[in-house]
């Protein structure tokens, strides 16, 4: 059962509009999380995170917001660029239970000049 | 300053037959991951090293895998009697106190 969940396996999006990736989890002993992004032949690299004593965490154009209630997360890119396509993986932790981060299953956004 | 290394880049290997893969984390981080990736998947936890306690072995798929990290440092992913299924990107990840992680390029894996 998959404690980390992005349903939307890929997205595509015009350049200069917004991209909104979403995440979902299950466990509510999660209490960080993060998102990452990937370029092929390459490893993931971090990209913002976000604790769950807050909502919203900005970083320039990368926006995160929490909704604890709904168990929810999402990631706004504004405005996307061509660079911004690359598979983009969320993943959480509980720092009660350890370090063992738990990824999704990834989303694949595709930017369009 | 010196990322994640991982080595070799790419292995192409037999059926059956043994392999290691290397991973050197960045210095002073006291957590080491690793992960694979098949083609088309996301992430999947295989083990994780914390300072000197007992690894947390609960991703490995079979008892084929085993991992070590000799002197809180340096780690090494061995795969016994690889089978096709073994085939992915293993990656390795480090990191420090419960910041996020910092990954390696990976070691893309081919069994014949």
């Known amino acids: 059962d998959q404690q980390v969940k992005q349903n939307s396996p890929s997205l595509s999006v015009q350049e200069g509009r917004i991209s909104i990736l979403n995440c979902d989890y299950t466990n509510s002993m999660f209490d960080y999380f993060l998102w990452y992004k990937k370029y092929p032949a390459e490893g993931p690299t971090f990209l913002i995170s976000?604790?769950?004593?807050?909502d919203k965490n900005e970083d320039g154009r990368f926006t995160v917001f929490l909704n604890k209630s709904a168990k929810h997360l999402s990631l706004h890119i504004v405005p996307s660029q061509p660079g911004d396509s690359a598979v983009y993986f969320c993943?959480?932790?509980?720092?009660?239970?350890?370090?063992?981060?738990?990824f999704g299953p990834g989303t694949r956004l595709s930017v369009l000049p | 300053g010196a990322g994640v290394s991982q080595s070799p880049s790419n292995k192409v290997t037999e059926k059956g037959k043994d392999v290691e893969l290397r991973c050197d984390p960045i210095?002073?981080?006291?957590?080491l991951y690793w992960y694979r990736q098949s083609l088309g998947q996301g992430l999947e936890f295989l083990i994780y090293?914390?300072?000197?306690?007992?690894?947390?072995k609960s991703g490995l798929p079979s008892d084929r895998f085993s991992a070590e990290r000799t002197g809180g440092s340096v780690s090494t992913l061995t795969i016994q009697r690889t089978q096709q299924e073994d085939s992915a990107v293993y990656l390795c990840a480090s990191n420090y106190a419960y910041n996020e992680q910092f990954f390696g390029p990976g070691t893309r894996l081919t069994v014949l």
């Open positions: 090293f914390q300072g000197n306690s007992a690894p947390d």
């Open positions: 976000i604790s769950s004593i807050k």
């Open positions: 993943a959480a932790s509980a720092k009660n239970y350890g370090q063992n981060f738990v």
């Open positions: 210095s002073g981080h006291t957590a």
